[in-house]
């Protein structure tokens, strides 16, 4: 069956495949959704990430994802109506938003509902995209597993992917096996490695702490995650975490809006805190480095703030140094960042697997070896365009971003008319 005029397959239901479902049926095209669960894709692994969102910024996002608006009753209002309720405030200097912030458990929850009740007009498919080829005629065939072990195919005139990030793996001069470190009777470390999306669950988190048997923790990486991370360890009791040890190659910074500068008590020049879609923490992470001391300050290879004592802030560069900075040490959590997740298997039409490269910013368009794959485009924070108000170039991860990013999808999508 050849595929129809106007149709299009989004594949993963995390925030950038509503943005752009809802953005595609917006522009009146026939969309058909895959995911295996639409439940907020990633989210899942994320849901004891505190205080992470301003909600005041959040929600004309989430109102504005759906054309015909999120109905007054059904499970995407309340979801939206219980994350307003779930906003916190923080003490964090100039801060004037009166709404507060919010965690992930309730940014999930929202988009968990937006994603299986939003857009009637989408065709919902429980599945997984295996991959995608290219026709002469311009459109895709698209092969996919149900939830029952079926594969099918199915031919559209465009295909978006939102199939999200994984973790960076560490460096291989970081690991334990490199440190400066004491050795068991086997000549092996005696740390625990503990994958970072199972560190950001406090349960998981917690069965890997007695797994190992004690010690202290070591966090790697002094960015959003890690410092999320230091900040649920010392919150655990001293009888389980005795020692806090984080490592950091250039001193930590806050997310702000331009023109903004801390002195170590407040910002001054005219700017205000803005912690949100900006390199450097925010929320709850950003609350806890500046009532530890950690704003802007050398690594002092030793105890740092003053709360208990646990938390110690030490270079990275120690690890395979001095003996000192892995001492005491039972597991560590490396927060190195994130990566483009693997994508289904792509083939061009001239029977050649193609390698993704990049994305075309203007319309979204995947670029193989610099060449836009007409109609194969990508969304969410896998193919999130770059913000340069941090002074170089980063992945913006925003709902403003991502939405944007589907417009812009759904334009060219038109455009093409295939």
Not at 60 to 88: C, N, T, W, Y
Not at 96 to 103: F, N, Q, S, T, V
């Amino acid at each position: 069956m050849p595929h129809t005029a106007g149709t299009a397959v989004v594949v993963g239901a995390g925030v950038g495949g509503v943005a752009a479902a809802g953005a595609l049926a917006a522009a009146g095209v026939r969309v058909t959704w895959i995911d295996p669960s639409f439940t907020a894709g990633a989210f899942a692994n994320y849901r004891d990430v505190p205080a992470n969102t301003k909600v005041s910024l959040l929600v004309p996002h989430f109102e504005a994802l759906v054309p015909q608006g999120i109905p007054k009753d059904g499970p995407a209002r309340d979801a939206l109506v219980a994350l307003r309720q779930s906003a916190q405030p923080l003490s964090l200097p100039s801060d004037p938003e009166p709404l507060g912030w919010c965690g992930l458990d309730a940014v999930g929850d929202v988009l968990s509902a937006m994603s299986q009740t939003s857009f009637p007009e989408v065709t919902r498919i429980v599945g997984k995209v295996l991959g995608v080829v290219a026709e002469m005629d311009g459109g895709w065939l698209v092969r996919y597993e149900t939830e029952t072990g079926h594969v099918e195919e199915l031919r559209v005139a465009s295909v978006v992917m939102s199939t999200g990030c994984v973790t960076v793996a560490a460096p291989s001069a970081l690991l334990p096996r490199h440190w400066a470190h004491p050795r068991d009777a086997a000549g092996a470390p005696a740390v625990r490695v503990i994958p970072l999306e199972e560190a950001l669950q406090t349960g998981r988190l917690r069965e890997h702490l007695q797994a190992a048997g004690g010690g202290g923790v070591g966090v790697v990486g002094g960015g959003h995650s890690g410092l999320v991370l230091v900040r649920a360890l010392l919150g655990l009791a001293s009888g389980e975490v005795p020692c806090v040890r984080l490592f950091v190659r250039r001193p930590i910074q806050l997310a702000q809006w331009g023109g903004a500068e801390w002195d170590g008590t407040q910002w001054t020049g005219g700017g205000r805190y803005g912690a949100w879609g900006f390199r450097g923490l925010k929320g709850a992470s950003a609350e806890l480095a500046v009532k530890s001391g950690l704003v802007g300050a050398e690594p002092s290879n030793g105890p740092v703030g003053s709360g208990d004592g646990r938390l110690e802030l030490w270079h990275v560069a120690a690890l395979t140094t001095d003996p000192r900075a892995a001492a005491g040490l039972g597991s560590v959590i490396y927060c190195v960042g994130y990566t483009r997740g693997p994508l289904p298997t792509i083939v061009t039409a001239d029977c050649a697997a193609a390698c993704v490269t990049g994305c075309e910013p203007t319309t979204g368009a995947l670029l193989a070896s610099g060449v836009p794959l007409p109609g194969l485009y990508g969304a969410g924070i896998a193919f999130a365009a770059e913000e340069g108000s941090s002074g170089s170039p980063y992945p913006e991860a925003s709902l403003k971003a991502f939405t944007a990013r589907a417009s812009a999808i759904a334009a060219d999508v038109g455009r093409r008319g295939v």
